[in-house]
């Protein structure tokens, strides 16, 4: 049985309210651009965009709660990582500035932990918090707002062959009925004693345990996939060009929206290109930290 | 020249035309450093990219009537699985099970497991499908955008673990490509020693107040020849059961070679140096990788083949 997606036509959607291939265009263009800078200055006209796509999306929280705590959750931990260690900042700064520096009072192996907190740290843990977030955001409410009987035509539409598109579609369906079949698969080898939370032993042993998990979703679904390839096959997929269910027409507001992300993309390009939007730190700060 | 051929060859053209793009318009005239490249290196630099498209197509010419080649309805299906099964078991495993984040973003991840079984039972196509668009779709519902060299670095990893279906002589090609994985990894280790040195981003501890800024461990950049080690195990204890080696032996190369492009990419792309790529990235993705392979693909490989006992298909 197929899971789906938790989309449904919701009336004033400003995301639904454009043609799928033309917002995945948007989508596109909005995430190359999103990923050419590093400036939070620069970053929070995509924060901004990203926030008004969200809120005029018209999916209510209740349903996209789960997700998005989830998602959120994942980007804090990795921007608050990363203000701990430095880690990845260190390609886009050479120079730190201390604010102050906390030291363990034991070493392990000669080795003290120790935790420096300089401006450029905290300022990259938030452009990257922004930048993230803003990608996340518009990423989330894609299988909100794109209807599955349109997953197809709207890669075809795309410029992929029919095979491929169709292949596409088929992998945006499978993605919530397998999460359900390992949720389930989880639940029963729990029932028998299996305990994924707590698995035992070498590295060896650990990975080993995890086949009674991925070896019956994986077999399940090969088996599973006779059903569908015989339904195929009995409606000739594949003999010929393929027609599709529905069809789907450009509309002046969706090449709009196709010329607003061009610009925004060929727009923040240039400017990468011409070495703006890099990682930039408040100089009034760097002179409180005494630099 | 029929249609397929030539479009091949556009294709191939193309490609250099933006490899060269890249190098003289954003590398030379508007001097973007990240893509420049010295006039001594120029023509190495060319020589390996033609070097590398010439080997394309010779595979391409020299298979074009193969049957690994065909994409039919069964395909079609078997792509769409694997691609989402690999998304989801990259979100359970990086979110629930193990959060260790390195380089770029590179998470211990059994789910490799997947293009690697997929690429092997069902061909390169497929195995190069689940690879890639699995991956883009794993990084989209975890919400990190897309990375697309990592991409084409997974689909790697499934199409080369599908091309044993190319040889007529099996056993041959498998044995060769041992040899070819195994001093692979060796050099690897090698680079290692040389730079060990490079911090290992992935390793996190939060209770003893480590975040990944210890210099590499020895466990992790020797990793891939302890999962060199367990493929020679998996070769010889299975020596009866031809598949399971074979399907090992082809995933190995996959892995080195797949993420090896994507970590490779990122000194330009990313701007890193090579032993932080090579040390920092490479090695902590592409050995518990190939350790994850030796186990789980057997598993795999196994159950499949007593599905098919029984269904005949």
């Given amino acids: ?291 | 020249m029929d249609k397929r051929l030539s479009s091949v060859l556009i294709w191939l053209v193309a490609i250099f035309a933006i490899f060269a793009v890249i190098v003289f318009v954003l590398g030379n005239l508007l001097g973007i450093e990240r893509f420049q490249t010295d006039s001594a290196t120029l023509g190495l630099r060319f020589g390996f990219v033609i070097l590398g498209l010439l080997i394309a197509f010779a595979v391409y010419f020299f298979n074009k009537d193969n049957k690994a080649w065909e994409v039919g309805t069964r395909e079609v299906v078997w792509m769409a699985i694997g691609a989402a099964l690999y998304a989801v078991f990259s979100w359970y495993f990086n979110a629930t099970v193990f959060v260790v984040p390195s380089l770029s973003q590179v998470a211990l991840r059994p789910a490799i497991a997947i293009p690697m079984f997929f690429g092997y039972a069902f061909g390169p196509i497929v195995g190069f499908f689940t690879g890639a668009v699995g991956n883009m779709f794993g990084d989209a519902i975890t919400g990190f955008g897309l990375s697309p060299q990592w991409s084409i670095g997974n689909g790697l990893v499934g199409f080369i673990a599908g091309l044993p279906a190319l040889f007529a002589d099996r056993k041959k090609a498998t044995d060769t490509v041992l040899w070819v994985g195994g001093v692979l990894a060796l050099i690897a280790t090698v680079v290692y020693f040389l730079n060990s040195g490079q911090t290992n981003m992935m390793f996190y501890d939060v209770n003893n107040g480590v975040f990944g800024d210890q210099p590499i461990a020895l466990a992790a950049g020797i990793s891939i020849l302890i999962g060199l080690v367990l493929v020679l195990i998996v070769r010889f204890a299975f020596g009866k059961n031809v598949n399971v080696g074979e399907a090992v032996i082809w995933g190995m190369l996959g892995n080195i070679l797949g993420i090896g492009f994507a970590a490779i990419s990122d000194i330009w792309i990313n701007g890193y140096s090579p032993a932080a790529a090579i040390v920092g990235e490479f090695l902590p993705a592409a050995g518990p990788n190939l350790i994850f392979a030796a186990i789980l693909v057997p598993l795999l490989v196994g159950a499949y083949a007593a599905v098919q006992k029984q269904s005949g298909r």
């Fill in chain 1, 1 to 291: 049985m197929l899971v789906a997606w938790r989309y449904r036509k919701r009336e004033h959607s400003f995301i639904q309210s454009f043609d799928p291939r033309a917002w995945i265009m948007f989508y596109g263009c909005f995430l190359m651009s999103t990923l050419a800078f590093w400036d939070v200055r620069y970053l929070l006209p995509f924060f901004g965009i990203a926030l008004f796509v969200l809120l005029t999306s018209g999916v209510k929280w209740h349903e996209m709660r789960r997700a998005f705590l989830f998602i959120i959750g994942f980007v804090f931990i990795f921007a608050f990582l990363t203000f701990l260690t430095g880690r990845g900042g260190t390609e886009l700064y050479v120079q730190e500035h201390l604010i102050r520096r906390f030291e363990a009072s034991f070493s392990i192996f000669g080795w003290t932990p120790a935790l420096d907190i300089t401006v450029e740290r905290v300022f990259f843990a938030v452009s990257q918090f922004v930048r993230v977030s803003s990608i996340a955001v518009m990423t989330i409410l894609i299988p909100y707002s794109l209807d599955p009987a349109l997953y197809g035509i709207t890669f075809r539409g795309l410029g992929l062959p029919d095979k491929i598109a169709y292949a596409m579609d088929l992998t945006m369906r499978f993605i919530p009925t397998f999460s359900r079949d390992f949720q389930l698969t989880m639940d029963a080898q729990r029932a028998r004693g299996y305990e994924l939370e707590k698995i035992k032993g070498g590295l060896f042993e650990q990975v080993r345990k995890l086949g009674p998990l991925m070896v019956p979703v994986t077999i399940h679904a090969i088996i599973g996939s006779e059903d569908i390839i015989d339904a195929m096959d009995l409606r000739a997929f594949g003999i010929g060009p393929r027609t599709w269910l529905q069809n789907l027409i450009y509309k002046f507001k969706d090449r709009v929206l196709i010329g607003v992300g061009l610009a925004i993309l060929l727009f923040s390009l240039a400017l990468s290109v011409l070495g703006q939007g890099q990682f930039w730190v408040p100089p009034q700060l760097l002179a409180l930290a005494g630099g």
